[in-house]
C-alpha cells in the first residue's frame, strides 16, 4: 500500500528534477488559498504521465515531488485500488480536500493525521468497502458511504455514541478505539465481526450493545468500565467468546490498520477491568454475572432479564403515596414558578437599564465612513430574530449575553456602550472579520453579526453550555478532575492554536478565561481578536491579563506564535492548581498577596515561574517549562506540542 505525506511521495516513478513544467491556463486548482502552495494530484492531463501521482503548484506548475504539500486534488486517473494519506512524524496538518476526487474502482482509502473537512458535494466512491480516518483530530463523524465493510476512527477524538447508530448495513469490521466515548448505548453491533473498543479512557459504560453469533474478535483492552448492562444473549455469546480466545487474540495490541485482526479470534482484554453497579442492576430487575477471561480475571456484568413481570395493582398505601407526591409536586411547581418569573423580570430590568438608558456614542460621518464594517456584509443578519436573555460575562472592553437566534441559543458580545473609542470598534470588526474566516472545530464558530449603526455592532457566536474554563477550575479541586479529563482539554486548546498558527494568526491573550467549554461540543477557543494596542491597555486596567503574557509581549517588543506558547504553559499551570497563575505568591514580610506591579516586573524579567503541584505529571510539568522560555525561540511549536500531547 502506498503512502503519501507532504515531504516525502512513494511513487511508482520518482522524478527528481525540479524543474517546473509550464502551468495550464485553465487550472482548475487556481481558486484555492494561496497559502496551501502544493497539491497532490493523479491527474493525467495535469502531471502529463501514467497514472503516477505528481505534485503541483495552485497554478498547475509542475513541482519536485519532495515538496510539501497541504491539498489532495483529483486522483480520478490514478489506476490502484488501494491509497493511504499519513502526514508525516504522526503530526495533525490540516490540509485542503475541496477537489479531492476517486475513481469507482477505489476500494480502500486511509487518511493518518490530517485534518479536513469534507466538502458538501463530495462523493465517496461508488465501490469503496475499506475507509480509515487515524489520529485526524475528528470529534464528530464525517459522512461515510454505505458500501463500507470495514471502517475505522481509531486515535480521533470521537465522544457522541448515537453517530454510531447508523453504521453501514454491509459493515463488519469496526474500529472506535482511543477515542473520547464516556458511554456506548443502545447500539446494535449484530452484524460486526471485529469490533475495536480499546483505549477509550474515559469509557465508564456500556448498555444495551448487541452482538450477533458471527463476532470474532472484541478488543477492551485498557478499559475500566464502571457499569456494563447487557441482555442474555450477548452473555452468552461474550462468554462463548472469551472461552475462545487465542494467543494471537491476547497479543495483538491494536493498530492502525483493522484488518491486522482478522486471523484473531476471542476477546483482548489487556489491562482491563469491568465491574458493575449491584444496586442499579437490581433495580433493573437484572442480576450481577461473572464473564471469565482467559487468563482467569473476572468481569462482573449486569445482566437483564429477558421478561419482566410488572405488577397489575397498586396497594392502598401506593395509591396515597402516589396523591401526596403529586400535591407536593404541584406546590413545588408553583413556587418554581413564581421565582424563574421574578428572576426573568429581573434580568429583563437590567438589560432595559444597560442597554435600552446607556448613552450611544456618537462620532463624526468622517470617523465612521473610516470604519471597515462594509467587510461584515456578507456575515449580516436581521437583528429582529435576536432576542438577548442575560448577560453571561463582563470583559475589559465588551459584554456577552446569552441570546436566542432563530429559537438557537447563541452568545453574543458587544462593546460597552460608554466610552467606546473608533479604534476599539475598528478592533471589534476586525476580529468579526477574522472569525469569518475561520473553520475549526477548536474554535468558537461565528454565526454572523448585527447593527443599525457601526456603535450599535453585535458579534453572534455558537454557545458553549459549559462556560469558561477559569470558572470550571475554580469550582472544582485538582483531586477532583482526573488527568485523563484535563487531556482532553488541552489536547484541544493545542489543535486550535496548531489551526491559528498554520494561518499566521497569533491569538494575543490565551487564559482561561477564553477558553470556552461544552458538554458536547468540547472545549474551544475564542477571544482572539484583541489587538497589540488592547494589549497594552489591558494591563493598566487591573484585570490581570499579564500573567499569562510572554516577557516579550509585556516590553511591548516583537513577537510571534510562541508568545501563544508562552501562554499556553501558563494554562497548564490552571489545569495542575487550579488556581490563576501565581495566586500562591505572597510577600514574605507580611503574608499579603504580592501585587501585580511587582508581579509584572517579575514576568518581564523572566525571574519567576507558577507552580505546579506534585500530583501533576512529570511530562505535562516539562512541557510547560519548555513553553515558559524566556527566549521565544527555545519554545516549541504549537505542531511540537500538539505530538508531545498526542503521543
Known amino acids: 500500500m502506498a503512502i503519501f505525506s507532504p515531504s516525502v511521495l512513494v511513487a511508482l516513478t520518482v522524478a527528481t528534477s525540479t524543474a ?33 501521482p505528481c505534485i503541483l503548484s495552485l497554478d498547475c ?6 515538496t510539501p504539500w497541504l ?3 483529483s486522483f480520478m486517473d490514478f489506476g490502484e485500488t488501494h491509497r493511504t494519506f499519513e502526514a508525516d512524524d504522526d503530526i495533525i496538518t490540516p490540509i485542503n480536500v475541496d477537489y479531492m476526487a476517486f475513481s469507482d474502482i477505489m476500494s480502500s482509502l486511509s487518511f493518518a493525521f490530517f485534518n479536513f473537512s469534507l466538502p458538501r458535494n463530495f462523493t465517496w466512491p461508488s465501490k469503496l468497502a475499506q475507509l480509515n480516518f487515524t489520529g485526524n483530530g475528528l470529534s464528530a463523524m464525517p459522512h461515510v458511504p454505505h458500501t463500507l465493510n470495514t471502517l475505522s476512527f481509531h486515535g480521533n477524538l470521537l465522544k457522541n455514541y448515537t453517530e454510531l447508530q447508523t453504521l453501514p448495513p454491509p459493515l463488519e469490521a469496526l474500529d472506535i478505539g482511543g477515542n473520547a466515548y464516556k458511554e456506548l448505548l443502545h447500539l446494535n453491533f449484530s452484524n460486526l465481526t471485529t469490533l475495536h473498543l480499546h483505549n477509550n479512557y474515559l469509557l465508564t459504560r456500556l448498555e444495551n450493545i448487541t452482538f450477533g453469533n458471527q463476532l470474532r474478535y472484541l478488543d477492551l483492552s485498557n478499559l475500566a468500565l464502571a457499569n456494563w448492562i447487557m441482555d442474555f444473549e450477548t452473555f452468552k455469546i461474550l462468554g ?52 471469565t477471561s482467559s487468563q482467569g480475571n473476572p468481569y462482573t456484568v449486569c445482566v437483564i432479564n429477558e421478561i419482566i413481570i410488572i405488577q397489575s395493582a397498586l396497594s392502598t398505601g401506593a395509591i396515597i403515596g402516589i396523591v401526596c407526591g403529586a400535591i407536593a409536586l404541584a406546590t413545588a411547581i408553583g413556587v418554581a414558578v413564581f421565582i424563574v418569573m421574578r428572576k426573568r423580570q429581573k434580568e429583563w430590568e437590567e438589560m432595559t437599564q444597560t442597554y435600552g438608558m446607556s448613552a450611544t456614542p456618537t462620532w463624526s460621518s468622517g ?47 458587544m462593546l460597552h456602550r460608554s466610552n467606546v473609542s473608533i479604534k476599539q470598534l475598528q478592533s471589534f470588526i476586525d476580529e468579526i472579520k477574522l472569525m469569518s474566516s475561520f473553520d475549526c472545530q477548536y474554535i468558537v464558530k461565528l454565526v454572523g453579526a448585527t447593527w443599525a449603526r457601526p456603535s450599535d455592532l453585535k458579534c453572534i457566536m455558537e454557545y458553549m453550555n459549559g462556560g469558561d474554563l477559569r470558572d470550571y477550575l475554580a469550582r472544582t479541586r485538582p483531586a477532583d478532575v482526573t488527568w485523563m479529563d484535563k487531556y482532553a482539554h488541552i489536547h484541544n486548546i493545542v489543535e486550535g492554536l496548531v489551526y491559528l498558527h498554520s494561518l499566521g494568526v497569533i491569538h494575543r491573550d490565551l487564559k482561561s478565561r477564553n477558553i470556552l467549554l461544552d458538554s458536547t461540543k468540547g472545549t474551544k477557543l475564542t477571544d482572539f481578536g484583541i489587538s497589540k494596542e488592547d494589549l497594552q491597555e489591558t494591563m493598566t486596567m487591573g484585570v490581570g491579563t499579564f500573567r499569562w503574557m510572554a516577557p516579550e509581549v509585556i516590553q511591548d517588543l516583537h513577537y510571534t506564535v510562541s508568545a501563544d506558547m508562552y501562554s499556553f504553559g501558563m494554562v497548564l499551570s490552571e489545569f495542575a492548581t487550579h488556581h490563576v497563575p501565581y495566586d500562591d505568591l505572597k510577600n514574605p514580610v507580611n503574608g499579603q498577596p504580592v501585587p501585580d506591579s511587582a508581579i509584572m516586573i517579575k514576568v518581564a524579567s523572566g525571574t519567576i515561574k507558577p507552580t505546579f503541584n506534585s500530583e501533576c505529571p512529570k511530562w505535562i510539568v516539562d512541557l510547560a517549562m519548555q513553553c515558559l522560555s524566556v527566549n521565544p525561540d527555545e519554545r516549541p511549536t504549537a505542531n511540537q506540542v500538539s505530538h508531545v500531547v498526542r503521543t
Open 20 to 52: 517546473a513544467l509550464p502551468s495550464s491556463t485553465t487550472c482548475p486548482y487556481s481558486t484555492l488559498p494561496r497559502a496551501l502552495e502544493a497539491i497532490i494530484v493523479a491527474d493525467v492531463k495535469q502531471c502529463q504521465r501514467n497514472v503516477t
Open 61 to 66: 506548475a509542475r513541482l519536485s515531488d519532495g
Open 71 to 73: 491539498a489532495i486534488g
Open 240 to 291: 462463548n467468546l472469551l472461552n475462545t480466545t487465542t494467543n494471537n487474540a491476547t497479543k495483538n495490541t491494536g493498530t492502525r490498520n483493522i484488518s491486522s485482526s482478522s486471523s484473531s479470534v476471542g476477546v483482548m482484554t489487556k489491562n482491563t477491568t469491568i465491574s458493575s453497579n449491584a444496586t442499579e442492576c437490581q433495580l433493573r430487575s437484572g442480576q450481577i454475572q461473572t464473564l
Open 367 to 413: 470617523e465612521e465612513n473610516a470604519l471597515t464594517i462594509q467587510d461584515l456584509a456578507l456575515v449580516k443578519l436581521d437583528e429582529t430574530d435576536l432576542v438577548l436573555q442575560k448577560k453571561l460575562g463582563h470583559g475589559a472592553f465588551a459584554d456577552v449575553w446569552l441570546a436566542s437566534f432563530h429559537g438557537k441559543s447563541v452568545a453574543v458580545k
